[in-house]
């Protein structure tokens, strides 16, 4: 049984939540709560598997609140659940330690899903927020034209600071194919360096400014 505690500051969501884990065999809510604090002390008192965690809960920073949980339980896997797809949260979520990111409104079967993937290891984001960082990323010169969708996520990853064990994670790849996907980025681009790379990702507004909005 996946031992599930949800964060979040609006009771109508764990309301939500648990009628839809507890439709399934294999996942359970154990436990709800309202703030970090509140979240700690669950997780003292009944520890969970997997974290589903609002990024913004009152009187707390979304990615410190990571950390924090994460510091207090080191083999918690924490999803975010989150009602934005923005950019910055997706990325610096990552960068924190999630495992996993899912908007709210999502089905109780692909919460269910992301729960069960992010669970066995690997990694899980909801495809509209996949989707929605490809077509941010369309091709807007003749040197990006060459890059296949996930060469350019992957590029984007790497020009956001993301190395490449990140990168993996956050596409559920291994290290090696990420590694893979860099060098042939580099090579389709002629650049000789991930710096390089992150100053034409910048240049082609693929990172910062407009594209994150």
Same mark, same amino acid.
Request: zero cysteines; aromatic letters at 2%; proline letters at 4%.
């Given at each position: 049984? &996946?031992?599930?505690?949800?964060?979040?500051?609006?009771?109508?969501? *764990?309301?939500?939540?648990?009628?839809?884990?507890?439709?399934?065999?294999?996942?359970? @809510?154990? %436990?709800?709560?309202?703030?970090?604090? !509140? #979240?700690?002390?669950?997780?003292?008192?009944?520890?969970?598997?997997?974290?589903? @965690?609002? $990024?913004?809960?009152?009187?707390?920073?979304?990615?410190?609140? &990571?950390?924090?949980? @994460?510091?207090?339980?080191?083999? @918690?896997?924490?999803?975010? =659940?989150?009602?934005?797809?923005?950019?910055?949260?997706? =990325?610096?979520?990552?960068? !924190? #330690? !999630?495992? #996993?990111?899912?908007?709210? %409104?999502?089905?109780?079967?692909?919460?269910?899903?992301? &729960?069960?993937?992010? *669970?066995?290891?690997?990694?899980?984001?909801?495809? !509209?927020?996949?989707?929605?960082?490809?077509?941010? $990323?369309?091709?807007?010169?003749? +040197?990006?034209?060459?890059?296949?969708?996930?060469?350019?996520?992957?590029?984007?990853? $790497?020009?956001?600071?993301?190395?490449?064990?990140?990168?993996?994670?956050?596409?559920?790849?291994?290290?090696?194919?990420?590694?893979?996907?860099?060098?042939?980025?580099?090579?389709?681009? #002629?650049?000789?360096?991930?710096t390089q790379a992150a100053l034409w990702a910048?240049?082609? %507004?693929?990172?910062? +400014?407009?594209?994150?909005?």
């Open positions: 049984m &996946i031992r599930v505690l949800i964060v979040d500051d609006h009771p109508i969501v *764990h309301d939500g939540v648990a009628a839809a884990l507890n439709r399934t065999s294999d996942i359970r @809510l154990v %436990g709800a709560a309202e703030t970090i604090d !509140a #979240g700690l002390r669950a997780i003292r008192a009944t520890p969970p598997d997997v974290v589903l @965690l609002d $990024m913004r809960l009152q009187g707390s920073e979304g990615l410190s609140a &990571i950390e924090t949980l @994460l510091a207090a339980s080191p083999a @918690l896997r924490v999803i975010v =659940f989150s009602a934005y797809d923005l950019d910055e949260y997706v =990325f610096g979520a990552i960068r !924190a #330690g !999630a495992k #996993g990111y899912v908007l709210k %409104g999502t089905p109780g079967a692909e919460l269910a899903t992301a &729960i069960r993937r992010v *669970h066995a290891g690997d990694s899980y984001v909801s495809p !509209a927020v996949s989707a929605k960082l490809v077509e941010q $990323m369309q091709p807007r010169s003749r +040197g990006s034209r060459s890059l296949t969708s996930r060469e350019l996520m992957v590029l984007r990853l $790497m020009a956001s600071g993301l190395p490449n064990k990140d990168i993996a994670t956050a596409l559920g790849i291994t290290e090696r194919t990420a590694r893979t996907h860099v060098s042939h980025i580099l090579s389709k681009l #002629g650049l000789r360096s991930r910048a240049r082609e %507004g693929l990172v910062g +400014g407009g594209a994150d909005s």
